[in-house]
């Protein structure tokens, strides 16, 4: 039988995870650098109601960051990407910030707001607004002009524009931003909490690597990367439910625009 | 052109209003002096910093690992991503492994690299490398995509060797999306030192930051901030600018 592609990826993950069990198993690498897989399963499977505890002051840090990261990030992208001169005036701007290492902020912010979950929801609000905000600006652009001038000529007036056209035109770009923004809401949050905090999986990351305790530290990052890889398989679900719903929209479009 | 200069008078309104705020808010009282020292406090902390010999050592710990794990990670990058995208083969059993780790956060992994490596040199130059290379794969899988077929059938069937395609036809196409490729991956790499630093380390840039903020030493604070803002916006620029002139001379 010929492999295909998937299966040498299959093949691939499984010996990856073999391996992981097997060379520090057989001595080959110290289990201070790699602890096994079972043994860091068995951790977090010992420790569940820490790893709970902490997982909901991480998951409630997420969500609230979330909403004023891609509240705002695409609120003003909307603003920015629909008007010619706010995009000439404000995108070049938003494109060079986007250059700035913002993880040099953090310290500021536990300055201002304490180690406590403020300074974490702060952080990772601006780490995701600035992916989302030109993500929809861009995606603002790429929607059909025929649609505005329409409505316009129809008497819509800049409001109903924005609401009625502008919206529902960019909800796969503002999916895909939420994509992009919610994966960087997760790592803001996470990373915050490895640098300075009292609660949380990064805390636990953090202090279980002080501990020397590799299974733990193990355990708390599958942890993580189950988080981030849960969010992104629920946003890759809405994208694929509102793609029929966009292509159902468009097929009147045509309708309409042919009468 | 009268637009065009208008639009470039009023962006530099908006960073020059962000700053005056910046200088009269504490200044009036509308923040606290302590928590947002005035701009004019900040720009005099940082030529404190650029005069104080004890600097230099931390700047250039940064700037020379993020330079390491710079020429690593790119060149190594754009091989693998190229070698990757030329197999047909190939590209259907990694492209897909490389966007899904692209996708998954690179920060959660530091202490990994702790537990490896320890916290000097070795260990920052590898996550800064590790940080950066999948980025790096992407655009060369871009790079690759972006050369023409018909350019590369007129070369063959005028008799190009594989070095004239190579050279000719190949590296015009992909300069571009190459320059993005330095531009992006140095983001990434420089965001992933300071992290690294400011995680664990005995010195560089982000440990000073880390301690200045735990210190409450809010001037230095944000003079190294505006510091490290400016080196990677002045960075950004001009990788851009040197964009568009190439896009502009391609045509």
């Given amino acids: ?259 | 052109m009268l637009r065009f200069r208008s639009i470039w008078f009023a962006r530099l309104a908006i960073i020059l209003a962000f700053f005056a705020l910046w200088e009269i808010a504490p200044r009036v009282g509308l923040m606290n002096e302590r928590l947002l020292p005035p701009l004019s406090d900040v720009i005099a902390a940082l030529i404190g910093l650029l005069g104080s010999a004890s600097f230099y050592p931390h700047l250039g710990t940064t700037l020379f690992q993020t330079l390491l794990a710079f020429l690593i990670a790119v060149p190594a990058g754009a091989i693998l991503g190229i070698l990757i995208a030329e197999n047909r083969f190939a590209s259907e059993v990694f492209k897909p492994l490389v966007f899904f780790i692209f996708s998954i956060p690179k920060s959660i992994f530091l202490p990994m690299f702790i537990l490896a490596f320890g916290i000097g040199l070795t260990q920052k130059v590898a996550f800064g490398v590790f940080s950066t290379i999948f980025i790096v794969m992407m655009t060369a899988f871009a790079a690759i995509a972006s050369v023409k077929e018909e350019h590369l059938r007129v070369a063959r069937s005028y008799g190009a060797s594989t070095m004239q395609v190579v050279l000719r036809v190949y590296l015009p196409s992909m300069t571009p999306v190459l320059l993005e490729a330095v531009r992006l991956a140095m983001i990434f790499n420089f965001t992933g030192i300071l992290l690294a630093e400011m995680y664990a380390s005995r010195r560089g840039l982000g440990n000073l930051i880390g301690t200045w903020g735990m210190s409450f030493q809010l001037d230095q604070l944000l003079a190294a901030i505006i510091l490290i803002s400016g080196l990677s916006i002045v960075f950004n620029e001009t990788i851009r600018a040197l964009e568009l002139r190439l896009e502009h001379w391609r045509g």
């Fill in chain 1, 1 to 259: 039988m010929r492999m295909t592609p998937a299966h040498v990826r299959w093949l691939l993950l499984l010996v990856l995870l073999v391996l992981w069990e097997a060379l520090p198993r057989a001595g080959v690498v110290p289990t201070l650098f790699l602890p096994t897989l079972s043994g860091s399963l068995l951790a977090l499977w010992q420790d569940k109601a820490e790893y709970f505890a902490n997982l909901l002051v991480t998951l409630n840090e997420v969500l609230i960051a979330l909403i004023f990261a891609c509240g705002g990030g695409v609120l003003l992208g909307l603003v920015i990407g629909a008007s010619g001169v706010m995009r000439r005036l404000m995108l070049p701007l938003a494109s060079s910030l986007f250059a700035v290492p913002l993880v040099v902020l953090y310290p500021l912010f536990t300055a201002w707001f304490g180690i406590g979950s403020e300074s974490k929801i702060v952080f990772a609000s601006v780490y995701g607004l600035l992916p989302t905000l030109l993500g929809t600006a861009a995606g603002v652009q790429t929607i059909d002009h025929h649609l505005v001038t329409v409505a316009a000529s129809m008497g819509a007036n800049r409001r109903q524009q924005i609401l009625r056209v502008y919206v529902p035109a960019t909800i796969p770009t503002v999916l895909a931003a939420l994509r992009i923004g919610g994966a960087l809401v997760i790592v803001g949050v996470v990373v915050a909490e490895m640098l300075t905090s009292s609660a949380g999986i990064g805390f636990l990351i953090s202090r279980y690597r002080t501990l020397l305790d590799s299974e733990n530290v193990f355990a708390a990052i599958l942890l993580v990367l189950f988080l981030a890889i849960a969010f992104d398989a629920i946003v890759q679900f809405v994208e694929r439910r509102t793609a029929g719903w966009q292509r159902s929209g468009q097929g009147t479009g045509d309708g309409a625009s042919f009468a």
